[in-house]
């Protein structure tokens, strides 16, 4: 890991929680590897991995600990919130006859 800034003890905090940050990037990516091998799900993937070099390449020990400390599903809200992922989901939405609508709002 790159020299991380901030306090000795904030600095070992951060970089527990920033190991915890990458192996939920890749559980993540492992997760979309095993769906359907769609370009769609490729550019889920890629964005994901762009994300989390993002991420990492932080080396601001506060950074981590007021971000990312309760990671919850940060990882998956990041990926939804591309403009990328957020135009898949809206052709994805649209392609759908009105029937469907009605059905998927009917199972939610």
Same mark, same amino acid.
């Not at 964005?47 to 932080?58: D, F, G, M, P, T």
């Not at 990312?68 to 898949?88: S, Y």
């Given at each position: +890991?790159?020299? +991380?800034? *901030?306090? *000795? %003890?904030?600095?070992?905090?951060? #970089?527990?929680?920033?190991?915890?940050?990458?192996? #939920?990037?890749?559980?993540?990516?492992?997760?979309?590897?095993?769906?359907?091998?769609? /370009? #769609?799900?490729?550019?889920?993937?890629?964005?994901?991995?762009? %994300?989390?070099? =993002?991420? @990492?390449? $932080?080396?601001?020990?506060?950074?981590?600990?007021? $971000?990312?400390?309760? @990671?919850?599903?940060?990882?998956?809200? +990041?990926?939804?919130?591309?403009?990328?992922?957020?135009?898949?989901?809206?052709?994805?939405? =649209?392609?759908?006859? /009105?029937?469907?609508?009605?059905?998927?709002? @009917?199972?939610?």
């Amino acid at each position: +890991m790159a020299n +991380m800034t *901030g306090g *000795g %003890l904030q600095v070992e905090w951060a #970089e527990r929680i920033k190991i915890t940050v990458a192996a #939920e990037f890749d559980r993540f990516t492992r997760t979309f590897a095993q769906l359907a091998d769609t /370009p #769609e799900t490729a550019t889920i993937i890629a964005v994901a991995k762009e %994300l989390r070099e =993002s991420v @990492l390449a $932080n080396d601001d020990a506060g950074f981590y600990i007021r $971000n990312w400390q309760d @990671l919850g599903d940060q990882v998956r809200i +990041m990926v939804l919130k591309d403009p990328r992922v957020q135009a898949i989901r809206s052709r994805k939405r =649209s392609a759908r006859t /009105p029937a469907c609508r009605i059905e998927t709002r @009917l199972d939610t």
